[in-house]
């Protein structure tokens, strides 16, 4: 293949995930989450708040809103370069969870939504958020059980084997359940637990599920013909207006310790 077939498929795969993305930040329940996160977070007006994984960068233009300067970052240049098409006036940075680009200390609020279970070592992130937070800093994390998304299906058994095949792919995969150790480990006060059950009917949903399955597909875990019954069953039940996707979101907040 040659750079421009590659940087063609990139461009294709990139618009195929914000879509994905763009539909499910869409969706009532993920509306009510974010805003949920930006309440926990208690931000102060004209004070410093970083969204790490900030994607498309929905989130920093919505925290903007609410008076604070917002920064988003994220290790991804394609979802950097979309964000700052989308918000021309919004702050974006490149880097990653381990290695905030802030002096210590400089930040009020820290927000990570759907970013933990990518990470192999979720402990070096959570150091980093209190290493770049204020005394008294808030931090928010967001993020769904990879092992308890539920999907129903016909086949049960199927279901379950590609929900955890695609899971054990990841980082941290359990990393919501997982928060409140993580945060109390890292020397943070006050945390609490939150968890929010989010529906998805809208067949705009296929997508996820076929981002789901086709690396359970290439790992082996599924064969090929079983992963493509099982999505045609799925477009079935969303041309008959019986999909459904629910998935189990953990929000924990914290505060840092005042010195």
Known sequence: MSRNQEAVEEHRDTQALLAVLDAADRM????????????????????TVVDVGCGAGRAVAELAERGVHAVGVDPDPRMLTAARERWLAAEFREAGAEDLPFADGSVRGYRADKVFHVLREPGRAVAEARRVLAPGGRIVLVGQDWDA??????????????????????????????????????????????????????????????????PACTSGAVGRDQADEWLAEQRQRAQADRLLIAIPFFVAAASAWMC
């Open 149 to 214: 998304i539920m999907i129903d299906s016909d086949d049960a058994a199927l279901t379950r084997t590609i929900v955890q095949a695609r899971a054990d792919l990841l980082g941290t995969p359990r990393a919501g359940r997982q928060y409140r150790d993580l945060l109390l480990d890292g020397g943070f006060a006050d945390v609490t637990v939150e968890a929010h059950t989010s529906v998805f009917t809208d067949p705009a949903m296929l997508s996820l599920l076929t981002r789901l399955v086709e």
């Open 28 to 47: 009532p329940d993920a509306t009510r989450l974010r805003a949920r996160s930006y309440e926990l977070l208690s931000p102060v007006p004209n004070s």
